[in-house]
């Protein structure tokens, strides 16, 4: 997770996986195999309340029976990457969806005019 804010370029990495928002996207990457997708800001949400529910059940657990299901340096570290990508969903909310109007009118605004001339007698050397 060293890389989160190198060049503050937003870029969270968890185990072997770095995620980053992209054109109002969630992507991720494999380090090791190359691997790469992208997943909507509401799915990467979805689990990152998995995973919130998954550390709360497992520190009442062990407040209620008196085992560990978890480690504390692995829940600190399941934190650190929710609180992360909620940054990084922020960033990618701000970005605008894909699918929405404004955005791809944005889109096709900043996109570059190209235009195709084709040969006539006036124009041909």
Same mark, same amino acid.
């Given at each position: 997770?060293?890389?989160?804010l190198?060049?503050?370029?937003?870029?969270?990495?968890?185990?072997?996986?770095?995620?980053?928002?992209?054109?109002?996207l969630?992507?991720?990457?494999?380090?090791?195999?190359?691997?790469y997708?992208?997943?909507?800001?509401?799915?990467?949400?979805?689990?990152?309340?998995?995973?919130?529910?998954?550390?709360?059940?497992?520190?009442? *657990?062990?407040? *209620?029976?008196?085992?560990k299901l978890?480690?504390?340096?692995?829940?600190?570290?399941?934190?650190?990457?929710?609180?992360?990508?909620?940054?990084?969903?922020?960033?990618?909310?701000?970005?605008?969806?894909?699918?929405?109007?404004?955005?791809?009118?944005?889109?096709?605004?900043?996109?570059?005019k190209?235009?195709?001339?084709?040969?006539?007698?006036?124009?041909?050397?």
């Amino acid at each position: 997770m060293k890389d989160w804010l190198i060049g503050g370029c937003g870029v969270s990495t968890f185990q072997n996986y770095r995620w980053w928002a992209e054109n109002g996207l969630v992507r991720w990457e494999h380090k090791d195999s190359g691997n790469y997708g992208t997943i909507p800001v509401r799915k990467a949400l979805e689990h990152l309340r998995g995973l919130h529910d998954m550390v709360t059940n497992s520190i009442l *657990e062990s407040h *209620e029976s008196g085992l560990k299901l978890m480690y504390t340096d692995e829940i600190e570290k399941l934190q650190k990457f929710i609180d992360e990508m909620i940054v990084i969903c922020k960033k990618a909310r701000e970005q605008g969806t894909p699918d929405d109007e404004s955005a791809g009118r944005d889109l096709r605004r900043r996109r570059k005019k190209l235009f195709a001339v084709t040969p006539t007698a006036r124009n041909t050397f």
